[in-house]
């Protein structure tokens, strides 16, 4: 193969594996090449648009939140799981509380049923509510010891969060004040935790 042809060849392959790449720094907020955000931003404004102004500001208030307790709330099941396997080894789901267990396999045979709803549905730590996460850190809390400060740090906050998780996930608007003690207790957490 002459070298204009390979080097031709190496280009394309280059700008193909970047081109892959870039998609998931893109989805991280992080700008590779054209900017993306001014196109999504119009597909926002005209999904939006029907909604009157106030339900409009109040959706994009409540998006910034929900995105932040989605990455708080899964930094959390990688923690745990990570812990554990660490631990425990890969078999370490079996040595959790029977109850915690058994309701998130529920809400997994659950999720199968549901054929026609497409997303994840193999793990099951997915499964499990967020306030059993803290619950499971607590049972395992010699795992967890010399990471989070103690129990009541861990349980105060993952209450307190979990009560605006909820509030979030049904749609329901929240006060100022709430929206700067979430960002406070994620950023005590993140501070805590070392991320």
């Given at each position: ?30 700008q590779i090449g ?36 989605h990455c708080f ?32 396999e529920s809400r ?88």
């Open positions: 193969m002459d070298n204009n042809l390979k080097d031709l060849r190496d280009f394309f392959f280059r700008g193909l594996m970047l081109e892959s790449e870039a998609t998931k720094f893109q989805k991280a907020g992080i054209a900017d993306s955000n001014y196109s999504e931003e119009q597909l926002l404004l005209e999904s939006l648009a029907p909604f009157n102004i106030n339900r409009r500001n109040n959706s994009l208030e409540m998006a910034r939140l929900y995105a932040l307790l709330e899964n930094e959390i099941r990688a923690l745990i799981r990570e812990t554990l396997e660490e631990k425990e080894g890969v078999e370490w789901w079996g040595n959790l509380p029977t109850k915690i267990k058994s309701h998130a997994q045979q659950t999720a199968l049923k549901d054929s026609w709803l497409e997303g994840e549905k193999e793990d099951l730590l997915g499964f499990i509510d967020f306030g059993m996460l803290a619950s499971i850190m607590v049972e395992k809390w010699s795992y967890f010891e010399n990471i989070i400060p103690s129990q009541h740090w861990l349980k105060q906050r993952m209450d307190e969060l979990e009560k605006a998780r909820n509030f979030i996930a049904h749609n329901r608007m929240l006060l100022p004040s709430e929206f700067q003690r979430i960002y406070m207790y994620v950023a005590d957490w993140n501070r805590v935790i070392g991320l």
